[in-house]
Nanobody
Framework: VQLVESGGGLVQPGGSLRLSCVAS????????MGWHRQTPGKPRELVAL???????NYADSVKGRFTISRDNAKNTAFLQMNSLKPEDTAVYYC???????????????WGQGTQVTVSS
């Protein structure tokens, strides 16, 4: 199983970016997908989470600006980030709680991360 993020980059304050995360491999079912972020010297923090039914949860710092969505048929999650601020600068990681084929248990998988930099 592999998670691959894309869509990061450099954007000016107030701008927008859309991150994508594709889960591939021997996947039976994905329970939830989420986005986390990390800056140097700080712990990784949850940004947004979406479960298999479409229910979402957001960090207070991004509510009203970020939107998480997913395409279950394509095992893909998205993070639409609007009104970006310099403090949103971080490495963004995709996470999926999923059941691989051949297993009955939920495992936690992570992508390699994509850099988002908000600066003028």
């Amino acid at each position: 199983v592999q998670l691959v993020e894309s869509g990061g980059g450099l954007v000016q304050p107030g701008g927008s970016l859309r991150l994508s995360c594709v889960a591939s491999g021997s996947i039976k079912r994905i329970r939830s997908m989420g986005w986390h972020r990390q800056t140097p010297g700080k712990p990784r923090e949850l940004v947004a989470l979406i479960d298999s039914g479409g229910d979402t949860n957001y960090a207070d710092s991004v509510k009203g600006r970020f939107t998480i969505s997913r395409d279950n048929a394509k095992n893909t999650a998205f993070l639409q980030m609007n009104s970006l601020k310099p403090e949103d600068t971080a490495v963004y990681y995709c996470n999926a709680d999923l059941i691989p084929f051949g297993s009955y248990y939920v495992d936690d998988y992570w992508g390699q991360g994509t850099q988002v930099t908000v600066s003028s």
